[in-house]
């Protein structure tokens, strides 16, 4: 089998190395990739967004289906053209995509279905806003509707800080406004939920938990992760009987009955209060970094899962998962998430010796002439399983130490809810 893989992070570098684990598979091709996909796959230099040149190349290299990283493409449509096409591909299609790609849409479904989540109001312009404001609580809430990289949600805690954000977001900050979202603080643990589905059967697919902030006790400016850990500490049973019915499932049939074709990942940012789930908001693809958390402990074949997928039979799949926790840390340039080096040499990385159970992905890197650079804010990836999270953490730091890269910072802290 010979498969494509979208995109050019750590999350991609993770499904490509998982993928590589399977017996059935002879190629990997990467569209555009990065220095640690470029080991074990082939990396085309055809972008996420060249859906013309993506096909051309499906054709003549005989790919048998195609698998979608980034949410980017995803909203744009690449599933629908696509399936046009009659090229297989695993992703959900333009409209289920919406989940991600309008905070509103979302919303909106969460009211018709009955969906649990934060009481929201929809406003037109900042001075309907600021009258909502002028009467509301603080803390609140205010989102921009669109795709805004994890950059377009401010939690205020003043009305100046609310009346700001509302003129950030209709001034253009994360493109044309038409619509601000302004929900309740809910005020409980965060976690995230995982599914997998063909459209028809829904599958679980872990929890985990990410460190949105750049610096040490989830301070600082908001990033697209800095750390993860699988399993969460707050999943249990119940709960997550109550995930699925009353959010995943309502939210998967509501679709279908708008006539969205949700096939993928599906990735639920939940709020647990009291041990009921909150939905705060959708994804429509794994995370990163939780994807690079949590595949390695994937025991079941991903090859068997993907193409079960794509052949609407994944009722027969059985996803089995190692028992080992996962704890995973962002290696990020200095000054990321806002300006920061690019084309940094990464000098030692060939040198470190990894023992079983210890791995790194690449997200930001480019190789030029056999010499590995950073290409973005999240540069490396340095995920360790073991029997608990402090031990998985002592040692993703030893790795990041010996690296000893002087343009690095990363956070020393990454599950220190599940770490005493
Ligand atoms: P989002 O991009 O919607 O995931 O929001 C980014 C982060 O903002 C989330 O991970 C939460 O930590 C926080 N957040 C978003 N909505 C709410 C809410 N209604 N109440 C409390 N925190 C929230
Ligand atoms: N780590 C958060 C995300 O992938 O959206």
Not at 107 to 118: H, R, V
Request: with cysteine.
């Amino acid at each position: 089998m010979i498969i494509g893989v979208i995109g050019s992070g750590g999350r991609e570098h993770a499904i490509c190395s998982k993928i590589l684990e399977s017996k059935k598979v002879t190629q990997i091709y990467c569209f555009p990739g990065n220095a640690g996909t470029n080991l074990i796959a082939k990396n085309v230099n055809i972008k996420a967004d060249e859906f013309d040149k993506i096909r051309e190349f499906v054709i003549n290299y005989k790919i048998n289906f195609l698998i979608v990283g980034p949410e980017k493409p995803l909203v744009d449509g690449i599933v629908d053209y696509f399936k046009k096409h009659k090229i297989k591909i695993f992703g959900p299609d333009k409209l289920a995509s919406q989940l991600e790609g309008s905070k509103i849409f979302t919303k909106k479904l969460c009211k018709k279905f009955n969906i649990p989540t934060a009481k929201f109001g929809i406003f037109k312009s900042i001075k309907e806003s600021k009258v909502y404001l002028k009467n509301s609580k603080f803390p609140i809430v205010i989102k921009a509707d669109g795709l805004a990289a994890g950059k377009g949600v401010y939690i205020c805690k003043k009305i100046e800080t609310a009346n700001e954000a509302v003129e950030e977001i209709f001034n253009g900050k994360f493109g044309v406004a038409h619509n601000v979202l302004i929900e309740e603080f809910l005020d409980g643990e965060e976690m995230s939920y995982f599914i997998v589905t063909d459209g028809k059967a829904i599958k679980k697919f872990q929890t985990a938990q990410d460190h949105k902030r750049a610096l040490e006790g989830d301070k600082g400016k908001n990033t697209g992760g800095m750390g993860a850990y699988s399993p969460s500490a707050i999943i249990n049973e119940v709960l997550d009987k109550k995930i699925m019915n009353k959010i995943i499932i309502p939210t998967l049939r509501g679709l279908k009955k708008m006539g969205a074709i949700y096939k993928g990942f599906l990735y639920a940012g939940l709020m647990i209060i009291d041990n009921e789930p909150y939905l705060i908001e959708y994804n429509v693809r794994m995370g990163d970094p939780e994807c690079q958390t949590i595949l390695p402990r994937l025991k079941t074949d991903i090859v068997e899962i993907f193409s079960s997928c794509c052949e609407n039979k994944l009722k027969k799949v059985m996803i089995k998962w190692h028992e080992e926790k996962s704890l995973c840390i962002v290696l990020c340039s200095k000054g990321y998430p806002e300006n920061f080096k690019n084309s940094l040499e990464i000098n030692n990385l060939r040198k470190i010796k990894l023992e079983d159970n210890e791995l790194i992905f690449h997200a930001g890197t480019i190789n030029k002439n056999n010499i590995i650079y950073s290409n973005g804010g999240r540069v490396l990836n340095f995920v360790v399983l073991s029997k608990n999270f402090k031990i998985s953490r002592i040692k993703a730091i030893k790795l990041i130490e010996k690296l000893d890269w002087q343009n690095g910072f990363y956070r020393k802290d990454i599950g220190f809810k599940v770490i005493k």
